[in-house]
């Protein structure tokens, strides 16, 4: 079945250190892929997507590049800040409209 | 825009009771309303799907009678936990289906409930 796996955390960086998050899927067909990200006390937002292989998808200095030959989509920042903390979640989405999300890695950044 | 809220944020129960939850899209109609049940340090499971106005299609082990799923609007849907017990506590979260843009596929998530049955 579809799933993903996610890179566990907590993650402790100082800031403008770079970041990577790593994750990988299994998924039959092509599926589409995220990565959301929940502040504290909010909900899940879209970060970035993409939809097929070779597609990056980037947002507020993240990016993430769909990798089919390695089923990978890592998340990468290359200077994090302290309002970067936060728990990051990678999904996809094959056919349908379902979800699937990898465990979540919470992020802190300090100054 | 796009934003989904849940009432309540956080609630205690006895066992045997039952806890209704709401979500609501704020600023948009959602043809498509999703809940979540995510347990400690794991991943968001999907419990079932509801489109306005007819009924929810459950996920396979999710139980259709314990979880009552409602969507009678265009902007609520509530998930009723029946007979509630400790194992059921857990951390719901609803996403809404299609955004202030038309044929959007997107998913807003609401910020989640906690419950906890004692």
């Known amino acids: 079945g579809d799933s993903v796996t996610q890179m566990e955390g907590p993650v402790t960086l100082s800031e403008e250190a770079f970041l990577t998050i790593n994750c990988t899927y299994t998924?039959?067909?092509?599926?589409?892929l995220f990565w959301y990200v929940q502040y504290p006390g909010e909900g899940l937002q879209l970060l970035l997507k993409?939809?097929?292989?070779?597609d990056k998808g980037s947002n507020k200095g993240f990016e993430a590049t769909y990798r089919k030959e390695t089923t990978s989509f890592h998340l990468e920042k290359g200077s994090v800040q302290v309002s970067d903390s936060a728990v990051y979640f990678c999904?996809?989405?094959?056919?349908?409209?379902?979800?699937?999300f990898g465990t979540g890695t919470r992020l802190t950044v300090i100054p | 825009g796009a934003v989904v809220s849940q009432h309540p944020s956080w609630v205690i129960c006895k066992s045997g009771t039952s806890v209704k939850i709401e979500c609501r899209s704020l600023?948009?109609?959602?043809?498509?309303m999703f809940w979540y049940r995510q347990f400690p340090k794991q991943s968001l499971m999907l419990m079932a799907t509801s489109n306005e106005g007819s009924k929810a299609t459950y996920e396979q082990g999710v139980e259709k009678d314990k979880f009552l799923i409602n969507h009678a609007s265009l902007t609520l849907s509530t998930l009723t936990v029946t007979s509630a017990h400790p194992e059921d506590s857990s951390f719901y979260i609803c996403?809404?289906?299609?955004?202030?843009?038309?044929?959007?596929?997107?998913?807003?998530f609401g910020p989640g409930t906690r419950l906890t049955v004692t």
């Open positions: 993409a939809t097929k292989a070779d």
């Open positions: 999904a996809l989405r094959a056919g349908a409209n379902n979800l699937f």
């Open positions: 998924a039959t067909g092509y599926p589409s």
């Open positions: 600023d948009f109609q959602a043809t498509t």
């Open positions: 996403s809404a289906m299609g955004g202030p843009e038309k044929l959007t596929y997107e998913q807003y």
